[in-house]
T-cell receptor
Framework: EPEVTQTPSHQVTQMGQEVILRCVPI?????FYWYRQILGQKVEFLVS????????KSEIFDDQFSVERPDGSNFTLKIRSTKLEDSAMYFC?????????????FGEGSRLTVL | AQSVTQPDIHITVSEGASLELRCNYS??????LFWYVQSPGQGLQLLLK??????LVQGIKGFEAEFKRSQSSFNLRKPSVHWSDAAEYFC?????????FGAGTTVTVRA
């Protein structure tokens, strides 16, 4: 069964460093998303991406964050200068249709620890 | 604002007993609603979804949910829980571009 894969599974970084989290969505999907979950808290929407541009972003997704689809298979989330509060589990998701009608398939997450 | 609310933070249930998890939504129009499950250390798995039509929807792992417009609710149920059902359960609602999650309900299953 096709699945969304994320790398790395866990990354530890120093505050102020740049981090890139990678995702390989399901191949025929057109909509891509990043969510994050701070330990013990709810899953929060960060950004959605369609047709090579951001469709919607939350207030969390400030100028420190960016997303890119550098080739036909990868979807990346970059945090330019990490802060302690960026420590969280980051989930990538993809869907064949938009979120209102299509099921989102989630990866297993990338745990980011900022020291 | 469009949102879903899960009033129960934590529920403990005995194995074999029934389970009901509450979810209330606040959307201008009839929303698209989902239930996801997250097992410890795992990603999110879709249990079931409601778009329109029948108000009782069946999902995987023996779960079902009932959409009640009059109560703005979409509660998840399972007649008989198994120890493997211990997990975090998230209700979610969507518009075209994003899925918004409730705060989650942690389910503990005791023997």
């Amino acid at each position: 069964e096709p699945e969304v894969t994320q790398t790395p599974s866990h990354q530890v970084t120093q505050m102020g460093q740049e981090v890139i989290l990678r995702c390989v969505p399901i191949s025929n999907h057109l909509y891509f998303y990043w969510y994050r979950q701070i330990l013990g808290q709810k899953v929060e929407f960060l950004v959605s991406f369609y047709n090579n541009e951001i469709s919607e972003k939350s207030e969390i997704f400030d100028d420190q964050f960016s997303v890119e689809r550098p080739d036909g298979s990868n979807f990346t989330l970059k945090i330019r200068s990490t802060k302690l509060e960026d420590s969280a589990m980051y989930f990538c998701a993809s869907s064949e249709e938009g979120a209102s009608t299509g099921e989102l398939f989630f990866g297993e997450g990338s745990r980011l620890t900022v020291l | 604002a469009q949102s879903v609310t899960q009033p129960d933070i934590h529920i403990t249930v005995s194995e074999g007993a029934s389970l009901e998890l509450r979810c209330n939504y606040s959307y201008g129009a009839t929303p698209y609603l989902f239930w996801y499950v997250q097992s410890p250390g795992q990603g999110l798995q879709l249990l079931l979804k409601y778009f329109s039509g029948d108000t009782l929807v069946q999902g995987i792992k023996g779960f079902e949910a009932e959409f009640k417009r009059s109560q703005s609710s979409f509660n998840l149920r399972k007649p008989s829980v198994h120890w493997s059902d211990a997990a975090e359960y998230f209700c979610a609602g969507s518009n075209d571009y994003k899925l918004s999650f409730g705060a989650g309900t942690t389910v503990t299953v005791r023997a």
